[in-house]
């Protein structure tokens, strides 16, 4: 499974963008799909999640009502859309896939995107 991740930059707060993340590989589908973040100096934190076969989605506390998984499977490409931005969402941002049920421990996914930096000016 191959991930890229894509569509950060620098915001405004309140402003809102969306990250994309194309899948490729013979497998993938039986994966779940999951965003993650990481700010400097702190641990990187799951965001959302969602499941390609069931459309199954998780959040992250801080980020309902903001954020939005989804999936166009005709694209192969799980998006996150965030609005309502705030400063502290300010992160390097990485979508994943595990190949078992969707989990928010990053430990348990198999492969990872390369990032996308956000940036979210006060």
């Known amino acids: 499974v191959q991930l890229q991740a894509f569509g950060g930059g620098l915001v405004q707060a309140g402003d809102s963008l969306k990250l994309s993340c194309a899948a490729s590989g013979r497998t993938f589908r039986r994966y779940a799909m999951g965003w993650f973040r990481q700010a400097p100096g702190k641990e990187r934190e799951f965001v959302a999640g969602?499941?390609?076969?069931?459309?199954?989605?998780l959040y992250a506390d801080f980020v309902k009502d903001r954020f939005t998984i989804s999936i166009n499977n005709a694209k192969n490409t799980v998006y996150l859309q965030m609005n309502s931005l705030k400063p502290e969402d300010t992160a390097v941002y990485y979508c994943?896939?595990?190949?078992?049920?969707?989990?928010?421990?990053?430990?348990?996914?198999?492969?990872w995107g390369q990032g996308t930096l956000v940036t979210v000016s006060s």
């Open positions: 969602i499941s390609w076969s069931e459309s199954r989605t």
């Open positions: 994943a896939a595990v190949g078992s049920i969707m989990t928010t421990n990053d430990n348990a996914y198999d492969y």
